[in-house]
C-alpha cells in the first residue's frame, strides 16, 4: 500500500457534499472527463474542480482511474465467482496470495456461510480449473472453495441515479 493510501486510511473521512458526489458520479462515469467538462457540470471554476478532484485523491476518496473492459473480447471468455473459507485470522496472508493470481477482479472478506469473495476472469474453463484446482487449492489457509461461473453480467453505469422506489410504472 502507498504510503498516500495508507495516509488516507488513517485521517478521518472530511464529508462530501453535493458537488464532491456530482464530481465522484461524473468521474466514475467517464474517468477521462476533462477539469473544464467537470467544472462546467457541477458548476464551479476549473481551479476548483481541480483543488476538490485533488482532495478527493488525497483523502483517498478515488483511489485511482480505470478503464471498464468488455473481459470476453480481451480474451478473458470465462469469469467465476470463488467463495472461499479460510483459516481464522489468516484474512491478510490468504489476500495478499489472493492478489498475485492472474485474473483476480476483486477480493472482499464478507460474512455469512463462508469468509472471501474472489471475483476472476481467465481465457476458458481449463484456465480457470487450473486456477482452482492448483492454484487456489494450495493455498494452505484456504479450508474450500466453491465455484459459480458467471453466464452473463452487466456493468451499471455509477454515473446513472438509481431509480426512484416511490414511482410507479404501469
Do not use: C
Amino acid at each position: 500500500m502507498a504510503d498516500a493510501e495508507k495516509a488516507a486510511d488513517a485521517a478521518p473521512a472530511r464529508p462530501l457534499d453535493a458537488i464532491d458526489r456530482s464530481i465522484l458520479r461524473m468521474l466514475q462515469s467517464d474517468g477521462r472527463a476533462s477539469i473544464r467538462s467537470v467544472a462546467e457540470s457541477v458548476h464551479v471554476s476549473r481551479a476548483n474542480a481541480y483543488a476538490r478532484i485533488n482532495r478527493l485523491i488525497d483523502d483517498g476518496v478515488i483511489r485511482g482511474f480505470s478503464a471498464r473492459v468488455n473481459h470476453e473480447r480481451a480474451g478473458q471468455g470465462s469469469s467465476a465467482y470463488i467463495t472461499l473459507k479460510i483459516v481464522q485470522n489468516s484474512w491478510r496472508t490468504v489476500r495478499r496470495q489472493l492478489q498475485e493470481l492472474p485474473g483476480a477482479a476483486h477480493i472482499a472478506l464478507v460474512s455469512g456461510d463462508f469468509d472471501v469473495l474472489l471475483l476472476v476472469h481467465s481465457a476458458d474453463n481449463r484456465a480457470l480449473r487450473e486456477l482452482v484446482l492448483t492454484k487456489l487449492q494450495s493455498i494452505p489457509e484456504v479450508l474450500s472453495t466453491r465455484t459459480l461461473l458467471v453466464f452473463e453480467e452487466t456493468d451499471l453505469d455509477p454515473g446513472a441515479a438509481p431509480p426512484d422506489p416511490t414511482s410507479r410504472t404501469s
